[in-house]
């Protein structure tokens, strides 16, 4: 038995199978490589689709063609179908950032990436203004508590927010832009971010600040559902 920590969910697992992790699936015989993303992720992602037949089928076909192609999967994300696709585009030369390019030549938003206070990787995050950024690295980069409870969030109901990790900065902005592509020219989209980072920074105390403001349905931080606009 090993101890790995997930680049997905950031919690420990214990993992019956030596790293990298393989997904066993029972639709297709044989397993899969997953770096360093635990099963449960990956099982969770499949059951959210249990009823969607075809997007189950889409899913199982992109891992098949992301271990043919040997394309590490660093990090799982709710987005985990576009994400996939994200990186096979990125390995065949065919990746643009066109949402990321929008926000910033059209909105004037900024982009900042910062280390992971816990182990390797990085984070990479867009905001509209600066001021945003270094409050979000502060609290990551600050306190145990904080920084712990800062990266539930984001891993969790603030996955929402364009904010990604990754081993490398090339992948994170890959990903990041997989997750805002059919909302970053939506306006409630970009408002509710905007409110979401004032929110963190308000209710960022230095220890459960944040975790309570969850738990309590704060508006700013729940996720919503944004139509994707022209």
């Not at 075809?54 to 098949?64: A, D, F, V, Y």
């Not at 040997?70 to 950032?97: C, M, S």
């Not at 390797?120 to 712990?148: F, Q």
Request: aromatic share 8%; with cysteine.
């Amino acid at each position: 038995m090993e101890l790995l920590i997930c680049r997905g969910c950031f919690r420990q697992k214990e993992v019956l199978l030596p790293s990298p992790v393989f997904l066993n699936t029972e639709e297709e015989e044989g397993q899969f490589m997953l770096t360093e993303i635990c099963q449960s992720c990956i099982n969770n992602d499949l059951k959210a689709n249990e009823k969607d037949e075809e997007k189950k089928r889409e899913i199982l076909s992109l891992i098949n063609k992301i271990v043919e192609l040997n394309i590490n999967v660093p990090v799982l994300v709710p987005i985990y179908l576009e994400t996939l696709q994200a990186l096979i585009e990125k390995n065949n030369g065919g990746f643009v950032h066109k949402a990321t390019n929008y926000l910033i030549h059209e909105h004037y938003w900024v982009i900042s990436a910062f280390r992971e206070r816990y182990g390797n990787g990085l984070w990479v995050a867009a905001a509209p203004v600066n001021n945003h950024l270094v409050h979000l690295e502060n609290i990551k980069t600050g306190a145990d508590i904080e920084s712990a409870e800062l990266g539930d969030y984001l891993n969790g109901e603030g996955s929402w927010l364009p904010i990604t990790f990754a081993e490398d900065y090339d992948t994170a902005m890959v990903i990041l832009e997989s997750k805002i592509k059919k909302v970053a020219t939506n306006e409630t989209w970009r408002s509710s971010v905007w409110n979401a980072y004032e929110c963190i920074i308000e209710e960022n105390d230095g220890h459960y600040g944040l975790k309570h403001a969850v738990e309590t349905k704060n508006p700013a931080l729940l996720s919503q559902k944004y139509e994707h606009t022209e």
